[in-house]
């Protein structure tokens, strides 16, 4: 999707989140079970019922207690956002659905006045150290925040109105939620958590560093005449180490997306629907920006009914930005009814006077396409479509096995060299 990245940047502070704890539990799906009664440090909490905002009494329980415990018999009423800022070693588990009620993306939010009431649902616990002359910048390019947070999840339901896709229709310029924000955290898994019709982004990762995701289940289903919009899986922002796994999404926009500065990131096993695709980009749009997306590999994707596949794309044209993209790796993609299962747009939003006159300036390199199989919606089924003047490089085509409905599928590209054993496949690129 292309919203301002400054838009992204200022939803960034406001967050929501949860949960934690310090030890591996190998991944057992074993809380909440009758050890935890003899755990001093383990707390049950149960809602008070009778209209009461459940909010303050969960962020003492979640202070108080190294583990919460929220039983399935109870549903927690959440009315306020919640600072979670500073906690560390803290582990929510919630049997319960909804957990979430998300009471407060209703409408007293909906007409306030900007991001800062609007989007803080939790900001997840970070533990700042104070600076340290030593510490070296992370490669994505923001101070590297020590954290001690290890969280661990399960079972979220946020539970939106499906209004905000209805009044987004009508006003674009509202400033909707996006239902969790991993903000300036290290070392945090979240897991087996259900996500159900976002107001917008599901997940971002920003300025993050070793987040894991496993087993997120997420859906997206309008039930008005206004689809879910903007609702992408998952945003991936000036972050670092960064695994998506094992999870199911059905939405209505990106399914993944690699925003500026995401790196070293492994997306596997994921079963995307209706969606967008699995996106690097946007790229430099904006100038003086410096965008880099490196070391990201996509692998096991079953991608159905979708705008994309697997997809790379940076602006070009004037007064635009810069960047670097490179050392990703698309593997292992079954698509079906996908409008454009493979494609590289390096004239992203430019026309093509422009994009020969201003090439992108965010260059792409070492990017490879590998078993790619499925069928795409149209006649045509990959276009790697690069700006002028050699801005592409190594770009491997490996294992293609992609057919159109009816007829021969097509293959297009342009102002780019080709290797691998798809590159036949490939007529003679266009020159620009
Ligand atoms: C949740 O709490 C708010 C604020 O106290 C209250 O207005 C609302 O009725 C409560 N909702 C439920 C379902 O209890
Ligand atoms: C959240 O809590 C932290 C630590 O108490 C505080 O520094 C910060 O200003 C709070 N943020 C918001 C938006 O209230
Ligand atoms: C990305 O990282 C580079 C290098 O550290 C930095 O110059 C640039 O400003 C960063 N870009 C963003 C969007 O954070
Ligand atoms: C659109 O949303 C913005 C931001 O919430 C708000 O300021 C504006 O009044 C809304 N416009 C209309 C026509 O509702
Ligand atoms: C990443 O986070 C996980 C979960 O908190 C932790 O077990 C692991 O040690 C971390 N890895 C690094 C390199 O810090
Ligand atoms: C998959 O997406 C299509 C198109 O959006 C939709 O009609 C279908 O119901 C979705 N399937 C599932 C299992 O959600
Ligand atoms: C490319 O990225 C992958 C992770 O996606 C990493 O394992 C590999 O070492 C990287 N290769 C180079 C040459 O940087
Ligand atoms: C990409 O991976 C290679 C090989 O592991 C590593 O040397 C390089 O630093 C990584 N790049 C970034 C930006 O992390
Ligand atoms: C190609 O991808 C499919 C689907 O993910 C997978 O089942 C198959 O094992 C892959 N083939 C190879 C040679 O890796
Ligand atoms: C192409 O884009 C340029 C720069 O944005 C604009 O000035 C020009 O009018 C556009 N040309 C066409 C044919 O749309
Ligand atoms: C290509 O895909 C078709 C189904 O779409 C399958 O029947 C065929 O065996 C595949 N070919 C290879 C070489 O994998
Ligand atoms: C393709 O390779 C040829 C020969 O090395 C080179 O002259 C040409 O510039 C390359 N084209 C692109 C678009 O990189």
Request: charged letters at 15%.
């Amino acid at each position: 999707m292309r919203i301002s990245l400054f838009l992204v940047a200022l939803l960034s502070s406001l967050q929501l989140s949860l949960g934690s704890k310090g030890k591996d539990d190998g991944g057992k799906d074993d809380h909440g079970h009758d050890g935890h009664d003899n755990d001093p440090h383990a707390c049950i909490l149960i809602a008070k019922g009778h209209g009461a905002d459940d909010s303050p009494r969960f962020l003492s329980a979640v202070q108080a207690c190294s583990e919460v415990i929220i039983p399935a018999s109870t549903t927690l009423n959440i009315s306020t956002r919640l600072n979670m800022t500073g906690l560390h070693n803290k582990h929510i588990v919630s049997k319960s659905l909804p957990f979430f009620p998300v009471k407060y993306l209703t409408a007293p939010f909906r007409t306030c006045k900007g991001p800062s009431v609007l989007i803080l649902i939790f900001r997840i616990g970070v533990e700042t150290v104070s600076p340290s002359r030593s510490k070296p910048k992370s490669p994505s390019g923001y101070s590297a925040v020590k954290t001690l947070f290890w969280m661990e999840a399960e079972l979220l339901t946020a539970r939106a109105r499906l209004d905000w896709w209805d009044t987004f229709a009508t006003n674009s310029s509202l400033l909707r939620p996006i239902t969790m924000t991993i903000f300036q955290a290290t070392n945090v898994v979240v897991k087996n958590i259900k996500m159900i019709n976002s107001p917008e982004w599901f997940n971002l990762v920003n300025e993050g560093k070793n987040v894991t995701y496993d087993n997120i289940n997420i859906n997206a289903v309008s039930t008005s005449t206004h689809g879910p919009s903007n609702t992408d899986g998952w945003d991936v922002y000036r972050s670092d180490q960064v695994t998506i796994k094992n999870s199911i999404i059905n939405n209505g926009d990106d399914c993944v997306s690699f925003k500026p500065n995401s790196t070293n990131i492994l997306v596997s096993n994921l079963n995307c629907n209706g969606s967008h695709g699995i996106s690097v980009g946007s790229l430099g749009q904006f100038a003086g920006m410096f965008d880099i997306v490196e070391n990201v590999t996509s692998t096991n994707v079953k991608m159905s009914n979708a705008q994309n596949g697997a997809r790379i794309k940076a602006w070009a044209g004037p007064n635009v930005g810069s960047g670097i993209v490179k050392n990703v790796t698309f593997e292992n993609f079954v698509e079906f009814n996908v409008d454009n299962p493979v494609v590289i747009d390096q004239c992203y939003m430019t026309n093509a006077t422009a994009c020969a006159q201003f090439p992108s300036n965010t260059f792409i390199q070492d990017v490879v396409f590998t078993n790619i199989s499925g069928t795409s919606s149209g006649s045509q089924v990959a276009s790697l479509a690069c700006s002028p003047d050699g801005r592409c490089s190594d770009i491997d085509v490996e294992n293609f096995n992609l057919s159109a409905p009816t007829g021969p599928p097509t293959f297009v590209c342009q102002n780019v060299n080709l290797t691998g054993n798809a590159a036949d496949l490939f007529p003679t690129c266009t020159v620009t």
